[in-house]
């Protein structure tokens, strides 16, 4: 049975896609069947994957509204054992469709359930908001994945996230937990890093992984080719950082 990982941060730009993206490759690298799930409208999960998210028949938005089952819109073996559930900017009408329907906080989950067990991992990307979507995600997911940047702001707003964590886990989602914080944009050149690191731990009472996302030209270039990381640059320094945050989430599952 797979293990359902939501990467949410409702702060834009801290690398969420990015490590939903090249995450799940390096799962996938290291033999793992994988299902990726975009929540957010902008649908670059979808892109990076290099899927063409302007012209899709089915995507979670015709899911969400129950216009087709979660077969009818996954993408099987994007990436060899990766499978993409995929999004465009149709997704961000569904919060206004979803006013008035029962239990619309279940919706994603009642369809992942159908599939969750052909895949040894499904990845969440949330929208950089708590919103109807990132909260269907967490009454998905097992756990949450929070990526923080290296920088001043970092713990600003991670209180808010902390708490919305726990409020779907004590009133949807009992199973939900604190997967951990992971760090990204890192820059070894500066204290500020550093400092933001060593800050994030003293204060945080959740796990924080050992790798260290580096803020790296190739992570950024990879995404305007359509493929991860790993099948972009193995050798690079973002390649082989995801590679060990690959390793460290299959090593805390066991």
């Known amino acids: 049975?797979?293990?359902?990982?939501?990467?949410?941060?409702?702060?834009?730009?801290?690398?969420?896609?990015?490590?939903?993206?090249?995450?799940?490759?390096?799962?996938?690298?290291?033999?793992?069947?994988?299902?990726?799930?975009?929540?957010?409208?902008?649908?670059?999960?979808?892109?990076?994957?290099?899927?063409?998210?302007?012209?899709?028949?089915?995507?979670?938005?015709?899911?969400?509204?129950g216009e087709c089952s979660i077969r009818d819109c996954i993408i099987q073996d994007v990436i060899e054992r990766i499978s993409v559930l995929p999004a465009n900017v149709n997704l961000a009408a569904a919060e206004i469709e979803l006013i008035g329907v029962e239990k619309k906080e279940y919706i994603l989950k009642n369809e992942v359930d159908y599939v969750k067990d052909e895949y040894d991992y499904i990845i969440i990307d949330c929208p950089p908001s708590l919103n109807m979507l990132t909260i269907n995600a967490m009454t998905t997911a097992d756990s949450v994945l929070v990526p923080i940047q290296c920088e001043y702001y970092a713990l600003e707003g991670l209180s808010q996230l902390i708490h919305t964590v726990n409020l779907v886990k004590e009133r949807l989602n009992p199973q939900l937990e604190m997967e951990g914080v992971v760090f990204t944009m890192y820059d070894s050149r500066t204290n500020l890093s550093t400092q933001?690191?060593?800050?994030?731990?003293?204060?945080?009472?959740?796990?924080?992984?050992?790798?260290?996302?580096?803020?790296?030209?190739?992570?950024?270039e990879a995404p305007s080719y359509g493929v991860p990381i790993n099948k972009y640059d193995s050798k690079s320094?973002?390649?082989?950082?995801?590679?060990?945050?690959?390793?460290?989430?299959?090593g805390a599952g066991k």
């Open 237 to 250: 320094a973002g390649a082989e950082a995801y590679m060990q945050l690959a390793e460290e989430i299959i």
């Open 1 to 65: 049975m797979g293990k359902i990982i939501a990467i949410a941060n409702q702060k834009g730009g801290v690398g969420k896609t990015t490590t939903s993206i090249n995450l799940s490759a390096c799962l996938a690298e290291k033999g793992k069947r994988v299902l990726v799930i975009d929540t957010d409208p902008q649908g670059n999960t979808t892109s990076g994957f290099g899927i063409d998210k302007n012209n899709l028949e089915n995507t979670i938005y015709e899911l969400i509204l």
């Open 196 to 220: 933001v690191v060593e800050n994030v731990k003293q204060n945080l009472k959740q796990r924080v992984y050992d790798t260290l996302i580096p803020r790296n030209i190739r992570l950024a």
